[in-house]
């Protein structure tokens, strides 16, 4: 279990260099508290984590009433507004009352209904994937630093070889693969299916090539912790190892597997977008920031809005999530006061 604490700056023991007097002291005035509600306690006070995670919250409001929202402009991301849209595939109005970003050029598809949407996926493969790669490199960490020996060595030898593995080919190759087994080929699948092909593939190797630094990370804390006196005593007494495990060991990691994961969640939904981009991600009929990224480069300088409006999003949905990550980070760092 996580070692007690007492913060007077939390508790609310004044700082006196005078012994406090029985008659004037209640027994409860110092309360004990573990490292993670301390880092919580700070957390709370740090106005910068707290109004990046409300940027945080209302992404999440966004992706999952994006069909009521869209509904409220009146729009939908699929339908084609092609009486929109000139002879050269240019819209040929702005942002009005009924197509509040405008509207996609050549297709002539709602902007505002294709943003709102697009950070589903977004979330969705930056979620999935940090919930999935934190549990595997949890176990696999909390396994290889506690039993030692040729367990420990060839689940580092593993975790080494992830690591050198280029995800960009695989990233590249594994679609193709799933498409051959699942559908048979590119060419017999309709749209729909290829672009739930890449999305679960998508999924798939950003969780396989995602779990081996964080294992590494766990395997370092608990080769420390394994040693201390409350772990070698749950041993001699007889403690079943699964609970040695994940009742002694694993509370004492709480910090570094927040730490870890809010960092990693923008980094996947970058990458996720970056992949996209280059064609290797996410397809269409999915409505996707990479792919409106993708799009709209060769439009920029005649249709600005189509390309910032997508970036925008992401840059202000990463840099919440960055300054979050740093925020938590300062807060599970004893050695810093924020």
Request: charged share 10%.
């Given at each position: 279990m996580e070692p007690l604490i007492d913060d007077p700056a939390l508790t609310g023991t004044p700082l006196s260099s005078e012994p406090a007097t029985p008659s004037k002291t209640s027994p409860n005035t110092a309360k004990g508290k573990s490292p993670t509600r301390i880092a919580l306690s700070r957390l709370r006070r740090d106005k910068v984590a707290m109004v990046s995670l409300g940027v945080f919250l209302l992404f999440v409001f966004i992706a999952i009433f994006a069909p009521l929202l869209a509904k409220l402009e009146g729009q939908d991301p699929t339908t084609f507004h092609i009486d929109l849209v000139d002879d050269n595939g240019y819209p040929i109005i702005g942002v009005t009352g009924d197509h509040w970003f405008g509207i996609e050029p050549r297709l002539g598809r709602d902007l505002f209904a294709r943003w709102v949407y697009g950070a589903r996926p977004s979330l969705i493969v930056a979620g999935l994937v940090t919930v999935i790669t934190t549990i595997i490199g949890v176990v696999v960490g909390l396994i290889a630093g506690f039993a030692g020996g040729w367990v420990d060595r060839v689940l580092s030898w593993i975790i080494?070889?992830?690591?050198?593995?280029?995800?960009?080919?695989?990233?590249?190759?594994?679609?193709?693969?799933?498409?051959?087994?699942?559908?048979?080929?590119?060419?017999?699948?309709?749209?729909?299916?290829?672009?739930?092909?890449?999305?679960?593939s998508l999924i798939l190797v950003l969780s396989i090539f995602g779990w081996a630094s964080l294992a590494r990370l766990i395997r370092g804390e608990v080769l420390s912790l394994r040693e201390r006196e409350f772990i070698q005593a749950a041993r001699v007494l007889g403690v079943p190892t699964h609970k040695v495990l994940f009742k002694e060991l694993l509370p004492n990691l709480v910090g570094p597997i927040i730490v870890s994961s809010s960092i990693a969640l923008p980094?996947?939904?970058?990458?996720?977008?970056?992949?996209?981009?280059?064609?290797?991600?996410?397809?269409?009929?999915?409505?996707?920031?990479?792919?409106?990224?993708?799009?709209?480069?060769?439009?920029?300088?005649?249709?600005?809005?189509?390309?910032?409006?997508?970036?925008?999003?992401?840059?202000?949905?990463?840099?919440?999530?960055?300054?979050l990550g740093d925020a938590i980070r300062d807060a599970f760092d004893p050695r810093t006061r924020r």
């Open positions: 080494d070889f992830v690591l050198s593995l280029p995800y960009l080919l695989f990233a590249i190759a594994v679609p193709a693969v799933l498409l051959s087994i699942f559908v048979g080929s590119a060419e017999d699948a309709d749209a729909q299916q290829v672009a739930q092909v890449r999305f679960f980094t996947y939904i970058v990458t996720e977008a970056g992949l996209t981009f280059l064609g290797v991600g996410l397809v269409e009929p999915t409505p996707s920031w990479g792919l409106t990224i993708s799009t709209a480069v060769t439009f920029y300088r005649a249709h600005p809005i189509f390309l910032w409006v997508p970036v925008i999003g992401i840059t202000i949905l990463v840099l919440a999530l960055s300054l």
